[in-house]
């Protein structure tokens, strides 16, 4: 199950039914209340060019 109170906790690891529905994917918050701090901190690293996806693509939004 997804535990959107715990995701600004565990740094979005418990929206667990996510990471299941998209393994490849590094933004684990479909929802639209769901929160993922790891995707906001790999947004701004992508912004600084100092990472970049890899692998399967999945249509991700900002």
């Not at 393994?23 to 209340?33: A, C, E, L």
């Not at 990472?51 to 991700?60: F, H, N, S, T």
Request: aromatic letters at 10%; a positive charge; proline letters at 5%.
């Amino acid at each position: 199950t997804n535990l959107r109170v715990l995701a600004w906790l565990t740094g979005g690891e418990s929206l667990h039914n996510n990471h299941h529905a998209y393994p490849s994917s590094p933004k684990f918050s479909m929802g639209r209340f769901e929160f993922d701090p790891s995707w906001v901190v790999i947004r701004v690293l992508m912004l600084l060019r100092l990472a970049r996806l890899v692998g399967e693509r999945v249509k991700l939004a900002a």
